[in-house]
C-alpha cells in the first residue's frame, strides 16, 4: 500500500497564499485571523486532507511516548484481556496507554480520532476495520503508526491483530451440527463483527443442509445479561424446538443459560448453550460453559509490541498477525 502523502504547514500556506505562521495561528487561535484568511487556511486543510497539530512533531525532540486505544465499551469483560497486556507491555517498553470509548459509534470514534490525533501520540490501537471514510482520512493523513485489532482483513490501514470472525461462525455451526442439532438458533449483538460471525454461522448452515433456517435475534451491543434471558424467551416463542443456540458473548450466553434453567430446560439435554470470549466465570457456572477462546493477551502484548517497533524505527516484519481462536468443549453443550 501507497504511503499517502504528508502535508506540512508550509504547504497549507502556499495553498492558502498565506504565511506559514498565519496558519498555525488560524488553526490554534482562529479569532485573531480575518473570516477570510480562516476560510482559505481550512479549505487547504480539508484539500489535502492535513491534521492540524502535525506540525508539532516538528517543533519537538521528543517523544510523546504514549499510545491511544479506542475501545468499542469499557464497561464489558471482552475487552479487559487485550486491555490490561496492551498496557503491561507498553509501560515495559517506557510507553503509557491512554483509553477512549467509541460506543459502537462511528461518528463518535471520529470525533475521538481528531482529538487523539491532535495530541500527537506515537501509535493508536483500534477494535475492528470498520471505519467511516473520515476516520480513514484522519489516521491516514496523521502518518501514526495504527494497529487494528480483534478483527481480519488482508488489507489493514496500517497493522492488524485479529481473527476472523466469519470462520467462527462457521465453526460453531459444524460443531453444533455435528452434535446433532438441527434446530438451531442465534442470539447475537448487532455490531459489525457479531453480525460477520453471524453470516458466517447461517452459510454453514445452508451448506449443511439444515430443514429449517437459523432463528436469528439481535440486541443492541454491547451486550447484557438481561438481553440473553430475553433474546432465550423470544426465540423459545418464535421457533419453539430449537435444540441449540451460539450466543455472540459469554454474557448473553449466561442470561440464556439463566433462563433456560428458570424455565426448567435441560441444559445441554434440551438447550445446548454456545458463548464467546472464554470469561472468567464461564468455567465455573453450573453447567460449565462451551464457549470460543479469543486469546486478548496475546492480542495486546502483540499490538504494543507493533506499535513499539515503529516507534523506535525497526522494520515490521508481519505487518498482518492472526492468532486464530478454539472452541472450549464444555457441559453446556
Not at 48 to 65: D, Y
Not at 84 to 100: A, C, F, N, P, R
Not at 298 to 320: M, N, S, Y
Request: contains cysteine.
Amino acid at each position: 500500500m501507497n504511503k499517502p502523502q504528508r502535508f506540512t504547514v508550509h504547504d497549507i500556506g502556499r495553498l492558502a497564499g498565506v504565511s506559514a505562521m498565519t496558519v498555525s495561528r488560524a488553526l490554534n487561535q482562529p479569532e485573531r485571523v480575518s473570516p477570510e484568511t480562516l476560510k482559505r487556511v481550512l479549505e487547504a486543510v480539508k484539500q489535502t486532507g492535513f491534521v492540524p497539530n502535525a506540525m508539532a512533531r516538528g517543533l519537538r525532540s521528543s517523544k510523546a511516548r504514549l499510545v491511544a486505544a479506542l475501545l468499542p465499551t469499557l464497561v464489558g469483560p471482552v475487552f479487559q484481556e487485550t486491555v490490561k497486556s496492551l498496557d503491561q507491555t507498553l509501560v515495559g517498553h517506557g510507553y503509557q496507554l491512554m483509553i477512549g470509548q467509541t460506543g459502537y459509534d462511528q461518528g463518535r470514534e471520529d470525533a475521538l480520532l481528531d482529538a487523539v490525533i491532535r495530541r500527537r501520540p506515537d501509535g493508536i490501537v483500534l477494535v475492528g476495520i470498520q471505519h467511516s471514510d473520515e476516520g480513514r482520512r484522519l489516521l491516514l493523513a496523521s502518518g501514526i503508526p495504527v494497529v487494528e485489532t480483534w478483527d481480519l482483513t488482508p488489507t489493514p490501514l496500517d497493522m492488524l491483530v485479529g481473527f476472523s470472525h466469519d470462520a467462527i461462525g462457521e465453526s460453531v455451526m459444524a460443531y453444533l451440527h455435528a452434535r446433532g442439532h438441527r434446530r438451531i438458533g442465534l442470539v447475537s449483538a448487532d455490531d459489525p463483527r457479531a453480525r460477520t460471525r453471524a453470516q458466517g454461522f447461517e452459510r454453514a448452515g445452508e451448506r449443511l443442509g439444515l430443514a429449517q433456517p437459523v432463528h436469528k435475534l439481535l440486541s443492541p451491543a454491547p451486550s447484557t445479561l438481561g438481553a440473553g434471558r430475553a433474546a432465550l424467551a423470544r426465540l423459545l416463542q418464535q421457533a419453539p424446538g430449537t435444540s441449540a443456540i451460539f450466543c455472540s458473548s459469554d454474557t448473553l450466553a449466561l442470561g440464556a443459560l439463566i433462563e433456560a434453567q428458570a424455565r426448567g430446560l435441560r441444559v445441554p439435554q434440551q438447550m445446548a448453550v454456545v458463548g464467546l470470549g472464554d470469561q472468567e466465570f464461564a468455567a465455573d457456572l453450573q453447567p460449565a460453559l462451551t464457549t470460543v477462546r479469543i486469546d486478548g493477551t496475546r492480542i495486546g502484548r502483540c499490538a504494543a509490541e507493533l506499535l513499539v517497533q515503529r516507534a523506535e524505527g525497526q522494520p515490521v516484519d508481519q505487518r498482518v498477525i492472526d492468532i486464530g481462536f478454539a472452541i472450549v468443549e464444555r457441559a453446556s453443550a
